[in-house]
């Protein structure tokens, strides 16, 4: 029991953050959700199999299950219980894919492998995890001494509590054990792939060559922007050529929609603002007579920040509230005013200024027990201290250690705080250091000593009525009805386009919108909008839907544009190809005026841009300041060249240029075969892997279709 003490003991976890290289080969945040809905059987398949959808929340719940008691905590925002979900998803996904590939090589993981992990505490996972020293670092004998004690303990002699804590224990480490085999797999296939590669005696003297030999160029460029696009005569073939150049960047790899929405925030009204500072007044009226029982009052007014027994120093108060603190004479109200900061009305007042400290050195012996003895027993103690005896041996004589905790007020002041919790810490602030003093609570006595302090502070016992300013049902349902009379007028997504801006409202556009977006474009809890998005037929539009996380938005969206996975066509892709297909026109009709011409003749053309760039090679970017641009085809495009060489016109990203070598910075770096063998494969080996994952990922033809359910 000893040793589950010291696990408790090590108090609430940070948020375990797993498999982080295992999942390299999942494509960025890809995969967001809100909340399930019934009546449908799979949220998506991976490589031609379906995935239920009762597997997805089963494996929802139980990583839940597992981030809680990381946490300590039982209760997780809807911002988390969404990045979960995209975590079970992106796990179920590489497992599904990894395992597939493993299967037809004969690779596995054995038992043994994974004993041997956890002996050696190799993962750096098993640093996260409560089984760990007081140095920090993964101890085994502890884990070993939890399940030998999990597997024979009688829930009986435990509490309820305790036993809830201990199964929690084991499912985290059931999944702890689980991630380091999978983690294992992943190694022993990246080591396969990483086997695989190799370099060879022409490559790596090629590579040292274009590494090492720099050079000094000249570089005159015709900008794309000194010809005017509607000077550029683009043609069908030219539209055609330039779709087939670019045709693999087209590549559709998730189904996608346009939409056009609007996103009308609903706003308080003048009138709104006049019944909350009415209101507030009355409150201000009804504080200035009351004494007593501030909590149950701020909680009647509807308070953003409620009462605490506990006084806060100026840090932990609200701005607005500390700059009007020396406009209250002693004790008393000020209010109502308003706060522009968070546009609220506001209304406080002062009970009582103490004093405290910013943080508080203590240790505590705890007497458990009620009645005269137990109270003699603490005051015996207290005594004891207080003539000099070792705190830390009068608290061993009791089998407790009385450990020297420091505790600052930015832990506890910005909670709620009252009853016998607010006593303790009050009591903490109101000693002194070297005080040694006994503290009577429900059931025990606390003897506490102060061991230091830091930073007087003056406090303030303050009740502070902050009421942010909201609409009211009457603004609501005006804001609703208008943008429900516009849409009787306005029913397609071309409707929309010519006459939203006409009638105030903005209509905003998000190409490509895919259904991994939990919400439409950041605004809160519009899912529902969103699966609407993925049923419509091209053209609709939606209804209104009332979102936002204070429900204070009311959206519409226009499907205009379905794209489906593939290619995408000529006519999809026209705006990305006409660009193109001009900058390929403009290409040709610069070359034209800087073709056969020397250096001499080139610094005589209208709009051309002359440079000097030093020490550029093969594989560097020429960063061209005249341009304000990097130009990655300069350092290729010389490497060959002798000295005093023209290129011919090379096509840039942002021009046409001409380069001329103008000198030649040989290394003095003698070549190594070996050695330049070794770093192309480590450049290999750091980047090969994750393409390879990626490429299976994709031929997996992954489909997700969480949104319809979740």
């Known amino acids: 029991m000893a040793t589950l003490q010291k696990i408790r003991s090590k108090g609430p976890l940070l948020l375990i953050v797993i498999g982080l290289a295992m999942l390299a080969f999942i494509l960025g945040d890809a995969w967001k959700i809100i909340r399930p809905t019934q009546g449908l059987q799979f949220v998506g398949s991976i490589d031609g199999k379906n995935i239920s959808a009762m597997d997805f929340q089963k494996e929802l719940e139980n990583y839940t299950e597992v981030v809680k008691f990381a946490n300590q905590s039982n209760d997780l925002t809807e911002e988390q219980m969404n990045s979960l979900r995209d975590e079970v998803w992106a796990i179920m996904v590489r497992n599904q894919i990894l395992s597939k590939e493993a299967e037809k090589i004969g690779l ?8 041997d992990v956890i002996e050696r505490g190799s993962d750096p996972i098993l640093a996260s995890t409560p089984f760990s020293g007081s140095d920090g670092k993964f101890d085994a004998d502890l884990l070993k001494n939890f399940l030998a004690f999990y597997n024979e303990f009688d829930p009986s002699t435990v509490s309820y509590d305790e036993y809830e804590y201990y199964q929690s224990m084991y499912r985290y480490w059931l999944f702890i054990e689980n991630d380091i085999k999978s983690g294992l797999l992943y190694s022993k296939y990246s080591a396969l792939v990483k086997g695989a590669l190799v370099s060879n005696p022409i490559a790596a003297k090629d590579s040292y060559v274009n590494r090492v ?21 683009v ?9 087939a150049e670019n045709k693999e960047e087209l590549y559709n790899y998730t189904e996608s929609r346009d939409i056009y929405y609007i996103d009308y925030e609903i706003e308080p009204s003048q009138a709104d603002r006049e019944a909350l500072l009415a209101e507030v007044n009355e409150i201000t009226t009804q504080l200035e007579e009351m004494d007593g029982d501030y909590a149950s ?23 607005d509230v500390v700059a009007r603190l020396d406009s209250v004479n002693n004790l008393g109200v000020f209010g109502p005013y308003y706060s522009n900061y968070d546009d609220s009305y506001n209304t406080f007042k002062v009970l009582n200024i103490v004093n405290g400290y910013d943080s508080i050195q203590f240790a505590m012996i705890q007497v458990i027990g009620e009645g005269e003895e137990y109270d003699n027993r603490a005051d015996s103690i207290m005594k004891a201290a207080k003539k000099g005896a070792d705190f830390a ?10 450990a020297e905790n420091w505790m600052s007020a930015d832990s506890y002041e910005p ?22 003093d006994v503290l009577k609570i429900s059931g025990a006595n606390l003897v506490i000593k102060i061991f230091d302090t830091k930073t007087p502070l003056k406090k303030y016992d303050i009740a502070i009525v902050k009421r942010p300013v909201e609409f009211s049902e009457e603004t609501s349902n005006a804001a609703y009805n208008k943008l429900s009379a516009f849409l009787t007028q306005n029913v397609t997504v071309d409707e929309l386009k010519q006459n ?18 939990y919400n439409i474009s950041g605004v809160g809890r519009s899912h529902e909008a969103l699966r609407w998005v993925f049923g419509a037929n091209e053209g609709e539009v939606s209804r209104i839907f009332e979102v936002g996380y204070a429900n204070d938005h009311l959206l519409v969206v226009g499907v205009d544009k379905i794209n489906k996975r593939g290619y995408r066509s000529l006519d999809d892709a026209s705006a990305i190809i006409s660009h193109r297909a001009i900058l390929n026109k403009k290409s040709e009709l610069l070359s034209e005026k800087l073709a056969g011409l020397t250096i001499e003749e080139l610094k005589k053309v209208d709009d051309i841009v002359l440079d000097t760039i030093r020490f550029i090679n093969f594989t560097n970017n020429a960063f061209v300041a005249a341009l304000s641009a990097s130009e990655p085809n300069v350092g290729p495009s010389v490497a060959k060249l002798e000295k005093g060489e023209l290129t011919v016109p090379i096509d840039g990203d942002n021009c046409v240029f001409v380069a001329e070598k103008i000198a030649i910075n040989e290394s ?18 750091s980047s090969i892997p994750s393409s390879i994952f990626e490429a299976l990922y994709y031929n997996a033809k992954v489909v997700d279709e969480r949104y319809k359910l979740f």
């Open 108 to 115: 596995t993981v054995t038992d043994a492998e994974v004993r």
């Open 213 to 233: 030999m720099r050079s000094d160029v000249l570089i005159a460029a015709l900008p794309y922007s000194s010809l005017n696009d509607a000077d550029v005569q």
């Open 235 to 243: 043609t069908s073939s030219d539209l055609k050529k330039a779709y």
């Open 297 to 319: 009052f701020l909680r009647r007014s509807d308070s953003e920040i409620a009462y605490s027994e506990v006084p806060r120093s100026i840090k932990n108060l609200p701005e």
């Open 393 to 402: 041996e009068l608290a061993a004589k009791y089998n407790q250690t009385a």
């Open 415 to 436: 909670a709620t705080i009252s009853g016998e919790n607010a006593l303790y810490l009050n009591k903490l602030n109101s000693m002194k250091k070297g005080e040694v």
């Open 500 to 517: 939203a801006e006409n009638s105030d409202f903005r209509l905003l556009y998000y190409p490509s919108f895919e259904s991994y977006s």
């Open 668 to 685: 003095s770096s003698d070549y190594n075969e070996t050695t330049e063998k070794s770093r192309l494969q480590t450049i290999a080996v």
